[in-house]
């Protein structure tokens, strides 16, 4: 990506968190001015000392207490907006860039793996917010220094002034060489970087498995191998970086020398005072001073960049259709008419010119073997998918619309497997209606025969570990039916809803859920089982293409 775009970028993004740039620029600035005014005191203290001034003794020491005092109110100022400030700016862009990936569109073929994402959502937003609210003030205050101390230093000698200042086209010509490099570099390592946090969280999350597989040494050794690759890549920019400071030290210390000399014969020769010497050796610092920094900014800089690359990568991904919801308020009915869909073009068609239509309150059965597409007909009904060819519709009486994210207000879907949160069972249930009372909830707990959660002596507040952990497979399902059926809508959808429970449960809740049935809804089961057919008006079969 080109460097003009990401500044543009980083311009825009910048907009929330300009207030605190610029207070942290101020608060550089100040400091800056406090460190000449530190020379100036020093100066004219050493030469009452020497018998060059004639001024107080007292006023010079004055000054120099006032000087230090200030100095260290700053320097504490600067590092309590930072830590507070810091961390809200940080907050809000990792807030702003994880809702418009929720809200973004679902393909069904994620390319970038759930570590990777989280380790731009963490990592490389921190390190954005920490380009735009710190390193770029700071570098502001950089530059002032360095400006302001070639002026003060110009003004007692002006050929010093431009013996020291030398440096900066050679400065200029090396960093330019340097930032090309580490960028290069930088990338390669959030990368791999990347790569270890995908392994990890994977690895976490299927650690069962892995375990009745007997493989966890296998990824450990796979970890140990990217962890190896990862040092290799830092060694090397390491290497890189370490080179190109000892060639630039070497050039810093060469300056102090000639300073140094230069100072001593001209103190030799009576043409300055001690505080003058003085003065040179800490305006050559001053001077000097931020290209020390620029050689800690570059890096800081260049792994922004690259992380703004990866950020602006995530914020590309296409949004979701957004508008006023289109809700029905009757019972509707789904048309699928001659629809066509493949996840990818080149490889298998998964349905091809497919007609049908669930009648409003009909309840149906879709059956068919494995990769038939009954979950990605589902998947279209509720527009995470939309068809190559063809439409879906939801209709009622006179009214009809195209399915779209913006009638998915009229579903009710419980997908396949575990998927409660971490969390309390009544924050899972909350999740269905947020508006639920408890009264809610024990009916949509009693009708997914899941009122074994009323038993417990926690009840609703009974916690929930990651992905349903402490309860079986088909308590957590149940649950999860609960939920569903608290969320106000006229078109259920149950992908193998009832596949992890025994098969008196089942029917027990299929009586429930049938016996609620008043033609207010349009049911549509995804499923193998027998049961399940026997209590269905349609039955629609699909076949693997």
């Known amino acids: 990506m080109k460097t003009i775009s990401i500044l543009k970028w980083f311009w825009h993004t910048s907009k929330p968190y300009r207030f605190q740039s610029c207070l942290n620029a101020a608060i550089a600035i100040v400091a800056v001015a406090l460190d000449f005014a530190f020379i100036a005191s020093t100066k004219m203290a050493i030469d009452i000392a020497t018998g060059r001034s004639d001024s107080p003794l007292n006023v010079a020491a004055a000054l120099l207490i006032g000087v230090i005092i200030s100095q260290i109110v700053i320097g504490f100022s600067k590092k309590w907006i930072a830590a507070l400030l810091g961390v809200k700016a940080q907050n809000k862009m990792q807030h702003k860039i994880f809702s418009r990936l929720m809200q973004s569109q679902w393909t069904g073929l994620e390319k970038r793996h759930s570590g990777d994402t989280l380790n731009r959502l963490e990592r490389d937003v921190r390190d954005v917010t920490s380009v735009i609210t710190d390193t770029v003030p700071q570098a502001l205050g950089v530059a002032v220094r360095l400006v302001g101390a070639f002026f003060y230093l110009y003004s007692m000698d002006a050929t010093l002034a431009c013996l020291v200042l030398v440096i900066v086209p050679v400065f200029a010509l090396l960093s330019r060489l340097y930032v090309k490099k580490m960028r290069k570099l930088t990338r390669e390592i959030r990368q791999t970087d990347s790569q270890i946090q995908s392994l990890l969280t994977e690895s976490v999350q299927h650690r069962m498995v892995l375990k009745t597989l007997e493989r966890t040494h296998t990824m450990a050794s796979r970890l140990a191998s990217q962890q190896s690759h990862l040092r290799s890549q830092v060694r090397h920019r390491t290497l890189f970086s370490s080179f190109s400071s000892t060639l630039l030290n070497a050039g810093f210390a060469t300056g102090y020398l000639v300073t140094f000399l230069w100072g001593v014969d001209r103190l030799h020769d009576g043409t300055i005072t001690y505080g003058m010497m003085l003065a040179f050796i800490q305006l050559v610092g001053q001077i000097q001073g931020p290209f020390r920094e620029m050689t800690r ?180 399902q149940r649950i999860a039916i609960a939920r569903a059926l608290l969320r106000k809508g006229c078109i259920l959808l149950l992908d193998e809803a009832t596949s992890a429970l025994d098969l008196d449960t089942e029917q027990r809740l299929l009586s429930n859920l049938t016996s609620m049935h008043d033609g207010s809804q349009t049911i549509i089961f995804i499923t193998h089982r027998p049961a399940i057919v026997e209590h269905c008006d349609n039955v629609l079969r699909l076949h693997r293409l």
């Not at 994210?405 to 999740?431: A, E, H, K, M, W």
Request: a negative charge.
């Open 297 to 476: 900014f570059v890096p800081v800089i260049v792994g922004s960049f690259t992380a703004a690359e990866r950020l602006i990568e995530l914020e590309d991904t296409p949004i979701e259709e957004e508008g006023e919801a289109v809700r029905f308020h009757t019972c509707a009915g789904i048309r699928i008419n001659d629809v066509s869909f493949a996840y990818d073009a080149a490889k298998r068609q998964i349905l091809s010119h497919l007609s049908y239509d669930f009648k409003p309150g009909s309840t149906t059965a879709i059956l068919g073997e494995t990769g038939a597409g009954k979950t990605t007909l589902i998947r279209l009904i509720l527009a995470l998918l939309r068809p190559d060819q063809g439409s879906i519709e939801m209709y009622a009486d006179n009214k009809c619309e195209a399915a779209s994210p913006l009638t998915r207000c009229n579903t009710v879907y419980v997908p396949q497997g575990n998927t409660l949160f971490s969390g309390t069972i009544r924050d899972n249930l909350l999740l269905g209606n947020p508006e639920a009372t408890d009264q809610d909830m024990q009916w949509a707990l009693r009708t997914a025969c899941a009122d074994f959660v009323l038993q417990r002596p926690d009840g609703l507040d009974a916690l929930c570990g990651e992905q349903g952990a402490g309860m079986s497979e088909g308590q957590a």
